[in-house]
């Protein structure tokens, strides 16, 4: 656990065997928001770290960005030890959650809005995520200029508390056919993206990203 930009915290676990690491956030501001939860057995480990963090307050928001075990597969264990937390994430994503059991109170996420507290707006864009195309949501932070990239701008190695200088326009040149299938899709993920330039990008796997 550490901090890896003002108000974010960065918890993280890299796998060995894929050489991959994989991180959770905490915008530890008012009304406290968790971006994705690991898998299960992740999750279990960020449990402590994550009451440490809060130090007594409440979680109130999980931003999940597409359904798939490394953002959600966690969230049942989450949701033990802060039930009153609500999840935010898409239609496609809520109704996958609801087959699985969970029906906590959903926040649905629709491209081109936001969702605003007190000290932070997230502004949704559409997120056609990976091999089966469902609708998921990326997620800027508009008054830090923080980019949750979720599975878009990956790299291997073990890269917790890492941050590497980068350019914003070949970062959106490299999501590859692997992470949005879809050319057509591709291309206007990639055309969204141009349209503003974030500070930081805190990545779901791989080093963090200054951006030029």
Same mark, same amino acid.
């Given at each position: 656990m550490q901090t890896i930009f003002p108000d974010l915290l960065q918890f993280s676990t890299h796998v060995p065997s894929i050489d991959l690491s994989f991180h959770q956030y905490l915008l530890s501001a008012t009304q406290p928001l968790l971006v994705h939860t690991g898998n299960k057995h992740q999750a279990a480990a960020l449990i402590p770290h994550l009451k440490i963090a809060l130090n007594g307050r409440t979680l109130n928001y999980i931003f999940i960005s597409h359904f798939e075990a490394d953002e959600c %597969?966690? *969230?049942?264990?989450?949701?033990t030890h802060f039930p009153a937390a609500k999840p935010i994430c898409s239609e496609v994503t809520a109704r996958q959650l609801n087959g699985f059991g969970i029906t906590n109170d959903v926040v649905i996420g629709t491209p081109g809005e936001s969702f605003v507290t007190n000290d932070y707006e997230l502004q949704f864009l559409a997120?056609?995520?990976?091999?089966h195309l469902?609708? %998921?949501? *990326?997620a800027r932070e508009n008054k830090r200029g923080i980019f949750f990239s979720s599975d878009l701008m990956l790299r291997f190695g073990n890269s917790g508390g890492t941050v590497v200088e980068s350019e914003w326009s070949t970062e959106i040149n490299n999501i590859k056919p692997e992470q949005?299938?879809?050319?057509?899709?591709?291309?206007?993920?990639?055309?969204?993206?141009?349209?503003?330039?974030?500070?930081f990008v805190a990545t779901g796997h791989g080093p963090c990203l200054n951006c030029k």
């Open positions: %597969g966690g *969230l049942s264990h989450i949701l997120y056609p995520s990976e091999m469902w609708e %998921g949501l *990326l949005v299938p879809d050319p057509a899709r591709r291309t206007l993920l990639q055309d969204t993206l141009a349209q503003f330039k974030p500070r």
